[in-house]
């Protein structure tokens, strides 16, 4: 069966800004979701400004893999979504978490720390490294890959620390990020991918795309059994005297 992905984003900036609607004339959540389409996913996007802000339980019940991207308006966010998401992520959904994503309030909630990093917005040269050449979100990259311009990201990032690592970014400035991150929190798998600030063409990248859906397709396979609460029978019988 193809694997359901829903691409979520604000869709502020890319309306009201003119230097990023240049780059993203339509849309950065097009540009995401035209790069998983090329691999074969069904995509569908969201937004804040459609009911119930674009995930519903219609919505997140259809959905195998959420990508989310926010920058601007990650207060506008509703309690009521970001406990829709994360009893689905609980449950087995996959959770794709991209660049600025970090101060998201169901990413926090779900880390369960504050997301804060270092930033610089100088466009420069980031360079990508393959670090678990064994995990799924590996496969099709080489060695290395670069971004010539990008806004930088820098340690500490409070995060807990990744059940696996699989990619570290390094920027001219001489920061090092950890910049490819996985968790699981029940039965759901989440990745954070650091690039993608939106006055650059990041998400037309190959690479990128590759990344984002060769992460799709690890986080579209829950983690386990479902579990069941219930009052359990003693699987022994009583002692006696």
């Known amino acids: 069966m193809t694997t359901r992905v829903t691409v979520w984003t604000e869709r502020r900036q890319d309306q009201t800004d003119a230097a990023v609607r240049a780059v993203y004339p339509e849309g950065i959540d097009s540009a995401i979701a035209d790069g998983l389409r090329e691999a074969g996913l069904e995509v569908r996007t969201a937004n804040l400004d459609e009911p119930e802000q674009g995930l519903g339980d219609e919505v997140l019940a259809a959905t195998d893999v959420l990508t989310w991207w926010g920058h601007v308006a990650h207060a506008d966010v509703d309690d009521a979504v970001v406990d829709r998401v994360q009893k689905r992520v609980l449950d087995g959904m996959g959770l794709i978490v991209l660049h600025s994503g970090h101060h998201s309030k169901i990413f926090r909630r779900l880390m369960g720390t504050s997301g804060d990093l270092k930033w610089r917005e100088a466009g420069e040269r980031e360079r990508i490294w393959v670090i678990d050449r064994a995990h799924r979100i590996s ?64 998400y037309f990248d190959a690479n990128v795309r590759r990344v984002i859906a060769n992460a799709v397709h690890w986080a579209a396979e829950p983690a386990g059994a479902p579990i069941f609460v219930a009052n359990q029978p003693a699987l022994e019988p009583p002692a006696r005297d």
């Open 139 to 202: 496969a099709g990259l080489g060695d290395s890959f670069v971004l010539e311009h990008e806004e930088m990201y820098g340690e500490p990032f409070d995060v807990p620390a990744p059940d696996r690592l699989v990619l570290v970014s390094w920027f001219t400035g001489g920061e090092v990020f950890r910049s490819g991150c996985c968790y699981l929190r029940g039965r759901g798998r989440i990745f954070y991918f650091r690039p993608g600030h939106e006055t650059h063409p990041t």
